[in-house]
């Protein structure tokens, strides 16, 4: 097992290693003649089609020097279709040395000539080579990002797998993730509700999905405890899916008697309007335990502060890195960004889940290679002033992003 | 010494009531006083200062006002002060907006600092307004290559092949400096990303407390310097008033500056007593 | 003060009063609170409901499909071509609705499922874009800075406590790893870098919450002067 | 034209299976979520139309949906309220406040009442919407967000003290960044001399700032983005599926 996750890690460091060999070459630019003559003509008129994009643009270029004796007043672009018809599409300043028609259909041959207006007449009109614009359907310059994308899908898909085999991951514990089964336990024992906020965002953030899936093991203890679980939310489909989930915990726990579509409730989707309702719903009903995981703006004080007043046990859980600091300053446990995730998976006990987290570590094993040899080699290349150590940084530099 | 104990006991478990009246009172008292601060400019918002003081007379400075109503109170007073020190040293300036709501606020700046202080300066020759065109940081992208294929006109139509100061503009890089004031995204860091870093022009400008952090790994090396929030205003206004005195009617983010400040240590000072409390209970 | 309109003064005397009552909160729960808070409830809700309608439904969901249904409206849609691929979200929207009826409400789960897809689909791939290639891209920083030649022993100082600094933060978050060892070091190092962040980012938030309240005693002086002077 | 057509019969197509056959009303909804997103995944790699416009068209289609579902949100609103009203359940009479002020705005605001023309907008001046937002709407959002200058003074007596090593280092990070904000913190170290300039506390916090604090916003994001990565997995393959409820109906 361990030896054959070192094996693929490695193997997934070289295939990205050596991704650029299947990735576009670089043009090298077109050199510029300087011209004798005072009324400079535009040369070398070149069109062509632009790679990796949904086509319908054809991009002219042409040579002409940047200081001149007269400066021509504009450059003037004219476009042939099918050889025939010639049509003034563009003027465009004379330090432009290139221009992107967007008025072009795909599949049509254009050819384009170029001229200079100076204030005594127009030269130049050479007609470029025809060129057709086509769509692509794949975007060669997005390789790199498809290759990591298939190497962190391919690690966490490959646990997943692993574990569908009986094979048992070993997991730490966090603190944050435990306390949740202790506070719904004092809550049951005070007689008292838990709060569940999953978040102030609609069901597109992937954070709330998160909050609604922590929500399904947390809505299990409750109905096993027979504790009251209030959960208000700010969005209408995240009300519907909410109930849903609890619905699903409530009828998995046998206890499918003590759900009620009430215990998931909309109130605004106003921001401050549903803190304004929770802190009154946490004055009045004085829960014992206030969960908020999901997506948090502002709010996150405002809430922790007013759970913190009734003395509420406090667990929290975002993956906003802005209100990380006011959860963490005024709740008892906070779940840090990743850990959020993580907490569906330690929770429901889902081999799969947890066996995903494994597949985020190797991700982040990844990274910190990835970082690591990087900062050595342009370390290295800071020091030698090797050329070498120069070109080999630069090359680590555009693996992750090509400029 | 079992009186001290007890003391500190209760202060360290103080009802936090408390602490909402020793807030409120510090932010009301020193705006019913109407007393006023200076604030000492930080090393990023200095920077700024000099570079424009350093600037020789006709330099060509492109202000884009990258914020809307709701961030005024921290955005419009940098903007203010900028516009109120270029033209002070006779820059040329050329304002415009990435976003649809700056245009109101540029507008702002024309009628309450520019005609009121600047009664000389022509508009098309010292200062002009380009408006808002959409395109977000695609607009950036193209103003790089030409600034005249999208702005055709200024902000009230007319003809921008009109204005004397436009007939040296062609590219970003005929400016010797830009400017971003902004709230959010695109502003100042998409400045600096698609105009300062490819054209080698320098960039700086004001952000809100919140967004700064983002923007700190920049300076100095892409971002020249930096106005932080509202204290980064309240700096910069300072510096105008001690070298233009009479900026000092102009002030509006200094106004704010000593109830903040206030309130500020008084938070400063309830994290020294709560901690002088939590050492004196632990030792028991 | 004179220009003010009566619906200016009474806006003007509606908000102060909102505002008392919303800052009677801080002392306890009271009468005035619940008073505030119902109506924000209730008038928030509805508001969204509006927006929501004049900004989404018309221009973007029926105007699309029906551009002269709603011409009233927004006169200048009547000439633009219909786009009928928009009756797709009416139609899902329409079955999100069977959530009202009890025996059929698990039609609502195909809106749903779309809406599930959708949102894993692109915040897999915008994350992926964003957060993690740009993130380490940006922490790959050579761990020696030279200035002209020389070593510029400050910059140096920060680039190590970058990229040490990532990477045991990066430890600390290992799930399938015991915090003991080299790795329990290093992942302690890690969440002193994670409470300096947290730490950081308060203190420098406290600042612009203070203007916020500003903002409010600010509008009660505009209040208490449309009277007083 | 046919392939519109063709989407539509294949939706409602489902469905109507599903009427017949029970387990299709779990299998077509995750079969449909595994499409669309492996649709955008793809998307992102593919430059020929449509696929570029897809997230676009999606997140229009997101909120046309979301406007729909309004009605059940504001249906639950109204229906818990009302219900309180009835029944006389504590502090009912707070929830005719509720109603009341969500069915005049709803009116007031979807029939533009105080505009002249069906086409102004729907916040022009003029309007009794445009004057509730200003005079109701408007003063409790920013009051209630106000409340955060409290709070933020309560938070931080309460939490930075330091009771651990942790807890400690929070505490002087924001100690030094609080001071920093300060003329107090210009002043305090302004008599260090210019080697030490690095420990003049603006300098310092602008450090704090920009390195470590970076390195730990970094971790965090990166963190996020592997956990948001595999959350979009398994909800993709249908691993996580909560979101479905339960087997009855």
Redesign the interface.
């Known amino acids: 097992m361990r030896f054959k996750s070192t094996y693929w890690f490695s193997l997934s460091l070289l295939l990205f290693f050596i991704h650029p060999l299947f990735a576009n070459q670089v043009l090298s630019p077109n050199p510029t003649v300087t011209n004798p003559f005072v009324e400079v003509a535009p040369e070398n008129v070149v069109a062509k089609d632009l790679p990796?994009?949904?086509?319908k643009v054809l991009q002219v270029s042409w040579n002409f020097p940047d200081t001149l004796p007269i400066m021509p007043r504009t450059i003037k672009i004219y476009r042939y279709e099918h050889d025939t018809i010639s049509k003034h599409i563009a003027d465009v300043t004379p330090n432009v040395k290139s221009f992107l028609d967007t008025s072009v259909m795909n599949g049509i041959p254009y050819r384009y000539s170029v001229q200079a207006e100076y204030p005594t007449g127009i030269v130049g009109g050479l007609i470029s080579e025809p060129a057709i614009a086509k769509?692509?359907?794949?975007?060669r310059s997005?390789i790199n990002?498809?290759v990591i994308?298939l190497i962190?899908?391919s690690f966490?898909?490959g646990y997943?797998f692993y574990s569908e085999k009986g094979q048992r991951l070993f997991i730490r514990k966090i603190a944050g993730i435990q306390a949740i089964e202790e506070a719904v336990g004092r809550a049951t024992e005070m007689g008292k509700p838990v709060l569940f906020v999953p978040g102030t965002q609609?069901m597109?953030n992937?954070q709330t999905?998160?909050g609604?899936?922590i929500l399904?093991s947390v809505a299990k203890m409750t109905a096993k405890y027979e504790t009251k679980l209030d959960v208000p939310v700010s969005?209408?489909?995240t009300?519907?899916?909410g109930?849903?989930?609890v619905?699903?915990?409530y009828?998995a726990a046998g206890r499918?008697d003590l759900y009620s579509d009430?215990i998931v409730?909309?109130?605004?989707?106003?921001q401050?309007?549903f803190?304004?309702a929770i802190d009154g719903i946490m004055v009045?009903d004085r829960p014992a335990a206030c969960i908020y995981m999901g997506a948090f703006f502002?709010e996150s004080?405002?809430l922790?502060?007013t759970g913190?007043g009734i003395g509420a046990i406090q667990i929290a859980g975002t993956?906003m890195?802005t209100q990380?600091p006011?959860f963490?300053?005024?709740c008892d446990y906070t779940l840090?960004?990743?850990e959020?995730?993580?907490a569906?998976a330690y929770l429901s006990g889902?081999k799969?889940?947890i066996a995903?987290?494994k597949?985020?570590d190797m991700?982040?094993a990844f990274?910190i290679v990835l970082i690591a040899v990087t900062a050595l080699f342009s370390t290295l290349s800071v020091i030698t002033g090797n050329e070498f150590f120069t070109n080999i940084s630069t090359f680590l530099l555009n693996l992750t992003i090509s400029k | 010494m079992k009186f001290d104990t007890t003391f500190w006991m209760k202060l360290s478990q103080i009802d936090?009531r408390w602490?909402?009246l020793?807030?409120?009172i510090t932010?009301a008292l020193p705006m019913v006083l109407g007393i006023d601060?200076?604030?000492?400019p930080?090393?990023?918002v200095e920077k700024v200062f000099q570079t424009i003081q350093r600037l020789p007379a006709g330099s060509k400075v492109l202000i884009s006002y990258d914020y809307g109503p709701s961030t005024v109170p921290e955005n419009q007073p940098m903007a203010d002060a900028l516009v109120f020190h270029l033209l002070s040293k006779d820059c040329k300036v050329y304002m415009m907006a990435v976003w649809a709501t700056g245009e109101r606020q540029s507008q702002y700046t024309i009628d309450h600092i520019v005609k009121p202080s600047f009664p000389n300066k022509e508009y098309g020759v010292d200062y002009i307004d380009l408006g808002f065109k959409a395109g977000g940081t695609g607009l950036i992208n193209m103003l790089f290559t030409s600034v005249k294929r999208m702005y055709t006109t200024d902000r009230t139509g007319n003809d921008i092949q009109s204005f004397p100061m436009m007939s040296d503009i062609e590219t970003l890089k005929n400016f010797d400096m830009i400017l971003s004031i902004s709230s959010g995204a695109p502003g100042l860091k998409e400045w600096i990303q698609f105009a300062g870093d490819r054209g080698n022009i320098p960039v700086a400008g004001g952000v809100t407390a919140v967004q700064?952090?983002e923007l700190?790994?920049y300076?100095p090396r892409q971002m020249f310097g930096l106005m932080a929030g509202l204290?980064g205003a309240a700096e910069y206004e300072s510096l105008v008033i001690h070298m233009y005195p009479k900026f000092f009617q102009h002030r509006s983010a200094l106004r704010k500056m000593a109830p903040q400040?206030v309130?500020?240590?008084?938070?400063?000072a309830?994290?020294i007593?709560?901690?002088i409390a939590?050492?004196m209970t632990r030792k028991k | 003060m004179s220009e003010l309109s009566f619906?200016d003064h009474?806006?003007?005397w509606?908000?102060?009063a909102?505002?008392f009552m919303?800052?009677s909160?801080?002392y306890k729960d009271n009468p005035f609170y619940?008073?505030?808070?119902?109506?924000?409830?209730?008038?928030?809700?509805?508001?969204?409901?509006?927006?929501?309608?004049?900004t989404?439904?018309i221009p973007?969901?029926i105007g699309k499909v029906f551009p002269e249904m709603v011409s009233?409206?927004?006169?200048n849609l009547s000439d633009t071509t219909p786009n009928?691929?928009?009756?797709?979200?009416?139609?899902?929207?329409?079955?999100?609705?069977t959530?009202?009826f009890?025996?059929i409400?698990?039609?609502s789960?195909?809106?749903?499922?779309?809406?599930?897809?959708?949102?894993?689909?692109?915040?897999?791939?915008r994350?992926?874009?964003s957060?993690?290639i740009h993130?380490?891209h940006?922490?790959s920083v050579p761990l020696v800075v030279l200035e002209n030649g020389s070593f510029a022993w400050?910059a140096t100082f920060?680039n190590v406590?970058?990229?040490?600094?990532?990477i045991?933060?990066?430890l600390?978050?290992f799930f399938s790893l015991e915090h003991k060892g080299i790795i329990g070091g290093a992942s302690k190092f890690?969440?002193?870098?994670?409470?300096?962040?947290?730490?950081?980012?308060?203190?420098?938030?406290?600042?612009a919450?203070?203007s916020?309240?500003l903002?409010?005693f600010e509008?009660l002086q505009k209040w208490l002067q449309s009277f007083l002077v | 034209?046919f392939f519109?057509t063709l989407?539509?019969l294949l939706?409602?197509g489902?469905?109507g299976l599903?009427f017949f056959i029970r387990p299709l009303?779990?299998f077509?909804?995750?079969l449909?979520?595994?499409?669309?997103?492996?649709?955008?995944?793809v998307?992102?790699?593919?430059?020929?139309?449509p696929?570029?416009k897809l997230?676009e068209?999606?997140?229009?289609?997101?909120?046309?949906?979301?406007?729909?579902?309004?009605?059940?949100?504001?249906?639950?609103?109204l229906r818990?309220?009302l219900m309180k009203i009835q029944q006389k359940k504590?502090?009912w009479q707070?929830?005719i406040?509720?109603?009341?002020?969500?069915?005049?705005?709803?009116v007031i605001?979807?029939f533009k009442v105080g505009s002249k023309n069906?086409?102004d907008?729907?916040l022009a001046q003029g309007t009794a919407?445009k004057?509730?937002?200003?005079?109701?709407?408007?003063?409790?959002?920013?009051?209630?967000?106000?409340?955060?200058?409290?709070?933020?003074?309560?938070?931080?007596?309460?939490?930075?003290?330091?009771?651990t090593r942790?807890?400690t280092?929070?505490?002087?990070?924001?100690?030094?960044?609080?001071?920093g904000?300060?003329?107090?913190g210009?002043?305090l170290t302004s008599w260090l001399p210019n080697p030490l300039q690095?420990f003049h506390i603006?300098?310092l916090?602008?450090?704090?700032?920009?390195?470590?604090?970076?390195?730990?916003?970094?971790?965090?994001?990166?963190?996020?983005?592997?956990?948001?990565?595999?959350?979009?997995?398994?909800?993709?393959l249908g691993?996580?599926r909560?979101?479905?409820?339960?087997?009855?109906?």
């Open positions: 990796n994009n949904s086509g769509a692509e359907w794949f975007d997005k990002l498809f994308a962190l899908v966490i898909l997943i609609d597109d992937v999905i998160a609604l899936t399904s969005r209408s489909i009300m519907s899916t109930r849903e989930t619905h699903e915990a009828l499918p009430d409730h909309y109130i605004t989707d106003e401050f309007g803190v304004a009045r502002a004080l405002i922790a502060e913190n993956a890195p990380l006011f963490v300053a005024a840090i960004g990743e959020l995730f993580a569906s889902d799969r889940s995903s987290l597949g985020q991700g982040k990274a | 936090r602490i909402f020793v807030i409120a932010v601060f200076t604030a000492v930080a090393p990023m700064a952090t700190f790994p300076y204290q400040t309130a500020h240590l008084a938070i400063i309830f994290v007593i709560g901690n939590y050492f | 619906a009474l806006a003007l509606v908000g102060a909102l505002t919303i800052f909160f801080l619940k008073f505030a808070e119902h109506l924000f409830v209730g008038v928030s809700a509805a508001y969204w409901m509006v927006v929501g309608f004049w989404t439904l973007n969901g009233i409206f927004l006169p009928y691929y928009f009756l797709i979200p009416i139609i899902l929207g329409i079955m999100m609705l959530r009202l009890g025996s409400g698990w039609i789960r195909w809106p749903m499922a779309i809406i599930i897809g959708f949102s894993a689909g692109t915040n897999l791939t994350y992926l874009q957060d993690f993130q380490v940006s922490s400050m920060s406590v970058l990229v040490f600094g990532v045991a933060a990066l600390y978050f890690g969440i002193w870098i994670l409470m300096i962040t947290f730490g950081a980012a308060f203190g420098y938030t406290v600042m919450r203070i916020l309240l903002g409010r509008f | 034209m519109l989407l539509l939706l409602l489902s469905v599903a009303r779990k077509f909804p995750l449909l979520t595994l499409f669309t997103g492996l649709l955008l995944v998307a992102l790699f593919i430059p020929a139309q696929f570029p997230e068209e999606f997140s229009m289609w997101f909120d046309v949906i979301a406007v729909f579902s309004f009605i059940l949100g504001g249906g639950n609103l818990v309220h504590r502090d707070y929830s406040v509720t109603v009341t002020g969500f069915v005049i705005v709803l605001g979807l069906w086409s907008p729907y919407f004057w509730m937002y200003d005079a109701v709407f408007v003063p409790l959002q920013a009051t209630i967000f106000s409340l955060l200058a409290f709070f933020v003074a309560s938070a931080a007596f309460r939490a930075f003290r330091a009771k942790e807890a280092i929070l505490l002087v990070a924001a100690f030094i960044i609080l001071i904000r300060t003329p107090v210009v002043w690095f603006p300098n916090s602008t450090w704090i700032l920009s390195v470590p604090n970076m390195a730990g916003q970094r971790a965090i994001m990166i963190g996020i983005a592997l956990g948001i990565i595999s959350t979009s997995l398994k909800m993709i691993i996580e909560s979101w479905l409820g339960g087997d009855e109906s």
